[in-house]
């Protein structure tokens, strides 16, 4: 097939490359030029562990193209997928300018019948505006397919080639047909493409990161319970996670979730059930959690040295908002460095990937280290943030005589800590004894 994907962003360069790695012709396309003069020139603007090799040997291969020449693109493809961002407005609901803007110039550029497929992030009720919104700039025939996205960061191509299932918001049997064909080479392992309407489609995909969300907050607040009753939230999670019913992914006690995804959707929720006339109650409390268990590591900081850091310094280690990306959209990192600041400490921070982005963000405001060790140079603790799996084998021996002080916050309880305090080191975990 002939497909054109509108948007160059993280989803839309997963999904353009994925369909070019089975055979389709993609045009990529981005009213972005620095971003498509990036992508023409070889450089991936993002970091997905995989995504380059495989953007390589399909444009190598003609099979995968970078423009900005949207109208082109809608003219020679049959499939067009709308995968351009949806922020967050000030009250939370998604901001669909752009994904409306796509529908108008397809509307316009059409000379053919066209299948197109929302695979953005919408709320429901956002198929029936873009089909209206084509409707009214053309007579030619149209479908528009909602086509939910459940890509984890690191782990995209996986997920994207393996599916646990393929979620499709369709009308028509034509439509139904072109995403079965379209997707099939995903699904022969027996996983289900799944037939819903629009609504139920775009629903599903709030529903899902809510609850996932829900989860890692449950966990969170479950370990808080656990601090301050003397459990720990490790056994409290083997406990519960062998329970068939409740299963073990996502009940890892943190200093919360951030992204692009859970965040946004949630509030996104909120925002859409208010609109329809409901108010909500669980779904807020989840984002209410989240944010407290971002400033969680700032007070145990404090707890343990006073409110008044000055002259204090931190190593911290993880940047990004999880491992393997280079994501610091709503990254907890930048909760506690804003935290450790606002108390007068200074912070050295090392990350694998997302250093760059970090000073994209906030500048010099914090020193970023060469390697993991550097970073630990005079510091009077370190803190972990973010569980690279690097940082999981930590040698306590060699950061011994590098740290001014012998304390270790891990924010995500991914060290030992009879190990540590067997070290001679204070440590501080999150809800564990």
């Not at 900005?68 to 351009?84: L, M, N, Q, R």
């Not at 459940?150 to 072109?178: M, Q, S, Y």
């Not at 000055?310 to 993880?318: D, E, Q, R, V, Y």
Request: glycine share 8%.
């Amino acid at each position: 097939m002939k497909i054109a994907v509108i948007g160059s962003g993280y989803v839309g360069l997963v999904v353009g490359t994925c369909f070019a790695d089975t055979g389709n012709k993609i045009y990529c396309v981005d009213v972005d030029e620095k971003k498509i003069a990036r992508l023409q020139a070889g450089e991936v603007p993002i970091y997905e562990p995989g995504l380059e090799e495989l953007i390589k040997r399909n444009v190598e291969e003609g099979r995968l193209l970078f423009s900005t020449d949207v109208a082109t693109a809608i003219k020679k493809a049959s499939v067009i997928f709308i995968a351009v961002g949806t922020p967050p407005g000030e009250d939370g609901s998604a901001d669909l300018r752009y994904v409306l803007a796509v529908a108008d110039s397809i509307g316009t550029h059409m000379e053919s019948p066209k299948t197109v497929v929302l695979k953005s992030t919408v709320p429901v009720g956002t198929n029936k505006k873009v089909r209206a919104r084509i409707a009214a700039k053309t007579k030619i025939d149209f479908d528009v397919v909602s086509n939910p996205e459940f890509l984890k960061e690191g782990a995209a191509i996986e997920d994207f080639t393996k599916p646990d299932r393929v979620v499709i918001g369709c009308e028509t049997e034509a439509a139904r047909k072109v995403m079965e064909e379209l997707y099939s080479p995903y699904l022969r392992t027996g996983k289900p493409l799944l037939c819903m309407d629009p609504a139920s489609a775009e629903m599903t995909k709030y529903a899902a990161n809510a609850m996932l969300a829900t989860r890692i907050s449950f966990m969170n607040e479950m370990a808080r319970i656990c601090e301050v009753v003397g459990a720990d939230v490790n056994h409290v999670r083997k406990g519960i996670g062998t329970d068939a019913r409740i299963g073990f992914p996502f009940l890892f006690a943190g200093v919360g979730y951030g992204g692009s995804c859970f965040p946004k959707d949630v509030r996104a929720l909120v925002q859409t059930a208010k609109e329809h006339g409901y108010q909500p109650h669980i779904v807020p409390a989840v984002e209410e959690v989240n944010e407290e268990q971002k400033h969680l590591l700032v007070q145990k900081v404090f707890k343990h040295f006073g409110k008044d850091l000055k002259g204090k310094h931190f190593a911290l280690w993880g940047l990004a908002f999880k491992p393997k990306t280079d994501d610091m959209r709503e990254a907890p990192s930048l909760v506690v460095v804003e935290g450790l600041r606002a108390a007068g400490a200074t912070v050295t921070a090392f990350d694998p990937e997302a250093m760059k982005e970090t000073k994209r963000m906030i500048g010099d405001a914090i020193t970023y280290a060469d390697n993991a060790l550097d970073a630990c140079k005079g510091a009077d603790a370190l803190i972990l943030v973010t569980e690279w799996s690097e940082f999981r084998h930590l040698d306590l021996e060699e950061i011994k005589p590098l740290l001014k002080g012998r304390v270790l916050f891990d924010g995500r309880n991914i060290w030992d800590p009879a190990r540590v305090r067997a070290q001679g080191f204070e440590y501080y975990g999150i809800g564990v004894r």
